[in-house]
T-cell receptor, first 115, second 111 residues
Framework: DVKVTQSSRYLVKRTGEKVFLECVQDMDHENMFWYRQDPGLGLRLIYFSYDVKMKEKGDIPEGYSVSREKKERFSLILESASTNQTSMYLC??????????????FGEGSRLTVL | GDSVTQMEGPVTLSEEAFLTINCTYTATGYPSLFWYVQYPGEGLQLLLKATKADDKGSNKGFEATYRKETTSFHLEKGSVQVSDSAVYFCALTPGTYKYIFGTGTRLKVLA
């Protein structure tokens, strides 16, 4: 089974702290994604990466950065956390090619609270 | 641009009732269509998928048919259980890095 693992299920941070959210996938997928999920807003794409060291902004990149130094790992960084970044963060990976239809595989989510 | 519209929730049903959650989409070309399910406190899991017109995806008693003529991908289940209580997301991808999700429909099944 494809496994996407997010390092922290629950985090509580203070305003202004630097926050790292880690995500690792074990299926050699090229594509990795960070989404934010908020009630009534569904899933919003923050950043995605289609290869090592490559990244593209999604719909809401402000206040976030990402790092992909190895194929299996994709990190989301909040340089200076703010209360409006309190949310559920979802990492996902995908591969398009061959018989694969490109579905996303999600981690269990990281619920971040910024006080 | 591409979009997905699914019915507003919450949907509340009694156990063994018939379920339909409507999903319609707007897209150019021939996107792949998905239903994802999210149980409380968890991430999204793929429930079923369809990649071309008239394909029927099915899993765990749920079904959805890719209807190009009506641009729809409605989710159905003949007899829901309490354990089906979750949030259901309809989604599409045109085959690139782009994924479009609906806003989700919360289902609550009462015993």
């Amino acid at each position: 089974d494809v496994k996407v693992t997010q390092s922290s299920r629950y985090l509580v941070k203070r305003t202004g702290e630097k926050v790292f959210l880690e995500c690792v996938q074990d299926m050699d997928h090229e594509n990795m994604f960070w989404y934010r999920q908020d009630p009534g807003l569904g899933l919003r794409l923050i950043y995605f990466s289609y290869d090592v060291k490559m990244k593209e902004k999604g719909d809401i990149p402000e206040g976030y950065s990402v790092s992909r130094e190895k194929k299996e790992r994709f990190s989301l960084i909040l340089e200076s956390a703010s209360t409006n970044q309190t949310s559920m963060y979802l990492c996902a990976s995908s591969f398009i090619g061959g018989t694969n239809t490109g579905e996303l595989f999600f981690g269990e989510g990281s619920r971040l609270t910024v006080l | 641009g591409d979009s997905v519209t699914q019915m507003e929730g919450p949907v509340t049903l009694s156990e063994e009732a018939f379920l339909t959650i409507n999903c319609t989409y707007t897209a150019t070309g021939y996107p792949s269509l998905f239903w994802y399910v999210q149980y409380p406190g968890e991430g999204l899991q793929l429930l079923l998928k369809a990649t071309k017109a008239d394909d029927k995806g099915s899993n765990k008693g749920f079904e959805a048919t890719y209807r190009k003529e009506t641009t729809s991908f409605h989710l159905e289940k003949g007899s829901v259980q309490v354990s089906d209580s979750a949030v259901y997301f309809c989604a599409l991808t045109p085959g690139t890095y782009k994924y479009i999700f609906g806003t989700g429909t919360r289902l609550k099944v009462l015993a």
